[in-house]
């Protein structure tokens, strides 16, 4: 019941009510933003949610799109504006999500959405974390966030999909403020941020 209905009530209101309080701090950051990235404070980009539909995901904008001479974007390290640097640490870059959850793509909690290029790469356990809506948060990012792999990632996120309840969405919204405040693992180990999926399985 919880499943597929009262969690769906529970993201609008959580998502409208958050937006609300947020408000002021959204304003602030856009404006930050806008001047940081010449007046582009929005990052869009399609991502698979529940049952591989695609629909644009909307953040804010922590990176620059600096290119080099053969116009290639530089790397995220070069790219990361002082003001990027610091909307991620905070995790004030998932705010625009809630957006997304209004509008019933995605979910206050689930797995995070990730990359369409991802999907052909799935092994058959690893594509049930698409039979739920995404998350801004979920099970794998209170468990490591971004410090941990991609293997151990899926995991937790297939773990979330076989267990899902109001008490653990409680948990993890929880944890998650926890996270958020202690501003921790939000990179991988030696990365600026966190390594494409694609890239790591073409190297296997």
């Known amino acids: 019941m919880y499943k597929f209905f009262f ?9 409208l009510t958050g937006l609300l309080l947020l408000s002021p701090l959204f304003l602030l950051v856009t404006v930050g933003l806008y001047f940081a990235n010449e007046g582009k404070p929005f990052f869009f980009q399609m991502r698979p949610g529940k049952k591989k539909r695609l629909f ?60 369409p290029e991802y999907l052909p790469l799935y092994n058959v ?11 801004i948060t979920g099970w794998a990012q209170i468990n490591g966030r971004n410090a941990i792999s991609w293997e151990q990632k899926f995991e937790y996120d297939v773990w979330y999909v076989d267990h899902l309840s109001f008490m653990l969405d409680l948990k993890i919204f929880f944890l998650t403020l926890k996270k ?20 790591l399985k073409n190297n296997i």
């Open 7 to 15: 969690k769906r009530i529970i993201d609008f209101i959580g998502a």
């Open 56 to 115: 644009n995901i909307i953040k804010f904008k922590t990176m620059n799109d600096k290119k080099d001479a053969n116009g290639h974007l530089l790397s995220d390290e070069i790219r990361l504006t002082k003001i990027g640097i610091f909307v991620r640490k905070t995790s004030l870059d998932e705010i625009p999500q809630l957006l997304n959850v209004l509008k019933g793509e995605m979910s206050l909690i689930g797995p995070r959405p990730l990359l």
């Open 125 to 135: 356990v690893q594509q049930k974390r698409h039979d739920v809506k995404p998350g």
């Open 180 to 199: 958020v405040l202690a501003t921790k693992e939000i990179t991988a180990e030696g990365h600026a941020t966190m390594p494409r999926f694609d890239d």
